[in-house]
């Protein structure tokens, strides 16, 4: 049995390495806005298996909630700076659901994990510059908790491997749990 990850992300392919060393990559190409949110880990395994169904696959879809609105991927740059606003000097919820999806082998574990992020106040001239750096335009609530030098980040309660993309503690738990790996 291979292993999959169904993500475009870099940053999820860079943090599942840290617990395994044998994976494929394949993005599962789902119109995430057929799904609720809490589907859409679910649905982008499914997709994948229907072709690999001998195969585990591992999937994952992070959401930032701030006032119960919930903030994915901006749009654009005005996009990416209204959801900074929105953010400074504020708490927010990072929640990433992940699943373990294996249809042949009767697998089918769906988590979701939550961490509380607590963002600095920002001024304009840092919030341009961030923005100026492109590297919040692919992630969800417009930042990117790896990028420290922006000091976007007072502090968390919870993994920060969540926020980034991928909780591989509990990931790592499960897999282990499964006999997919070992300590």
């Not at 395994?45 to 959401?63: F, G, V």
Request: hydrophobic share 40%.
């Amino acid at each position: 049995m291979k292993i999959i990850l169904a993500s475009n992300s870099p940053r999820r392919k860079e943090l599942l390495k840290q617990i395994l060393s044998d994976f494929d990559v394949l993005p599962a190409n789902i119109d995430e806005n057929k799904y609720s949110i809490e589907n859409i880990a679910f649905e982008k395994a499914k997709a994948i298996s229907k072709k690999y169904p001998n195969d585990l696959i591992i999937s994952a879809d992070t959401i930032v909630i701030i006032d119960s609105l919930v903030l994915g991927k901006p749009k654009d740059k005005n996009d990416a700076k209204k959801m900074l606003n929105m953010l400074s000097n504020k708490k927010h919820n990072v929640i990433t659901n992940y699943c373990i999806y294996c249809p042949l082998e009767n697998i089918n574990i769906q988590k979701s994990i939550n961490t509380e992020v607590f963002f600095n106040k920002l001024d304009e001239h840092q919030i341009d510059a961030y923005i100026a750096s492109l590297s919040p335009l692919d992630k969800a609530g417009a930042y990117g908790i790896q990028d420290k030098e922006y000091n976007l980040v007072k502090y968390i309660s919870g993994s920060e491997n969540n926020v980034i993309g991928l909780p591989i503690e509990f990931l790592k738990e499960d897999l282990i749990k499964l006999g997919i790996i070992t300590k």
